[in-house]
């Protein structure tokens, strides 16, 4: 109680252990817990499970890690085991992949399922691991989950014989990195009441003001398919504009050879023509495009709601849809290439 008194919020103990001086809590453990926390989304989970079975026994990572040669010459390490956990809880108001029921004459569907936001983690037990040895895992899963790389890229990267040069990757946030925890051997850990209904107490009052802010995120998310418009032709200017940006990035990211990306489908669908009554009694013919429940009926025919503008987004420009990463992209060039 008195340390927690005097440490930052994001830092509690919550049990202690005497020991001998010869302890150490870096080389005396025999097993760590590491857990990485992601959001599911239009990730492809049984891949990333199948790359990540891959990664359990004894191998050497030179390949997926950082890279420390000054203070590391074995490479080697364990892995006990790993898994992909998801949690019960998808997104926030809803529970076991259930969207929650909207109420009203107006009421939508979400712009997305419940289970697209589903809170997933990785579980990797090993005895020990190197340097931002997790991230980089972490990085070719997503990689594996996005379908831009096969499962069988992680037998490549441990083949250290055929590939040994780590190729060129960026590493997976480290926020959502956490050191679960860890195994002594012969220590058991002592525990007071009194300290563990404080800190549950602390921990409750967190959870409870992040929880109430992802609802309000959330709530805003489904607004806006809801009662947000824009005009097709604002939404064809933008799928041009990212279209012509993922062909810079391809040029550059290919080392200017000029390899342009295939072409795409067009922003809108093919056109039809639809007959349409004046007030005079005269006939006179409009340029439409066909879409998906075209939004309020209400609506002009130039105007859309921002869920139909977001399926357009997505059919266009392979699947882009709004995500933590921001608006811009990287052109991604296959690791063992």
């Known amino acids: 109680k008195m340390l927690n008194a005097v440490l930052p919020p994001t830092i509690r103990v919550f049990g202690w252990c005497p020991v001998t001086p010869t302890f150490s809590a870096r080389f005396s453990c025999s097993a760590r817990?590491?857990?990485?926390?992601?959001?599911r989304r239009d990730l492809d989970l049984e891949a990333m499970r199948e790359g990540l079975a891959k990664l359990v026994g004894r191998h050497d990572f030179r390949n997926l890690c950082k890279m420390n040669v000054e203070e590391v010459s074995n490479f080697?390490?364990?892995?006990?085991?790993?898994?992909?956990?998801?949690?019960?809880v998808c997104g926030s108001g809803g529970e076991g992949g259930e969207s929650t029921e909207a109420e009203g004459d107006d009421a939508k569907e979400p712009l997305e399922p419940r289970s697209f936001r589903r809170p997933c983690h990785f579980l990797i037990v090993g005895q020990a691991f190197l340097w931002h040895q997790i991230r980089c895992i972490v990085s070719v899963?997503?990689?594996?989950?996005?379908?831009?790389?096969p499962p069988s890229v992680i037998d490549d990267l441990l083949d250290i014989t055929a590939n040994p040069g780590k190729p060129s990757y960026e590493m997976a946030p480290e926020l959502p990195l956490v050191l679960h925890s860890t195994e002594y051997l012969n220590l058991k850990m002592g525990y007071g009441?009194?300290?563990?209904?404080?800190?549950?107490?602390?921990?409750?009052?967190?959870?409870e003001e992040l929880q109430l802010a992802a609802e309000r995120l959330r709530d805003g998310m489904e607004r806006l398919?809801?009662?947000?418009?824009v005009s097709r032709e604002d939404v064809e200017r933008f799928v041009e504009g990212r279209r012509e940006e993922r062909r810079r990035k391809d040029i550059k990211a290919r080392g200017n050879n000029k390899r342009l990306l295939p072409e795409e489908k067009t922003a809108c669908p093919p056109r039809k023509r639809r007959l349409t009554s004046d007030n005079d009694g005269s006939t006179i013919k409009e340029d439409i495009c066909e879409t998906n429940g075209?939004?309020?009926?209400?609506?002009?025919?130039?105007?859309?709601?921002?869920?139909?503008?977001?399926?357009?987004?997505?059919?266009?420009l392979s699947g882009l849809r709004p995500s933590p990463s921001g608006p811009r992209e990287a052109v991604h060039v296959p690791l063992m290439s």
Do not use: Q
């Not at 398919?225 to 418009?229: D, F, I, L, M, S």
């Open 141 to 149: 899963l997503f990689m594996i989950g996005r379908k831009i790389e």
């Open 76 to 88: 080697e390490r364990v892995i006990h085991s790993a898994e992909i956990v998801e949690s019960d």
């Open 33 to 39: 817990t590491y857990r990485y926390y992601f959001v």
């Open 193 to 207: 009441v009194t300290n563990l209904w404080h800190v549950g107490c602390d921990l409750e009052r967190k959870w």
């Open 294 to 316: 075209g939004g309020d009926g209400n609506a002009p025919s130039d105007v859309i709601s921002w869920s139909d503008a977001l399926s357009l987004i997505r059919s266009s």
């Open 225 to 229: 398919g809801r009662e947000a418009y």
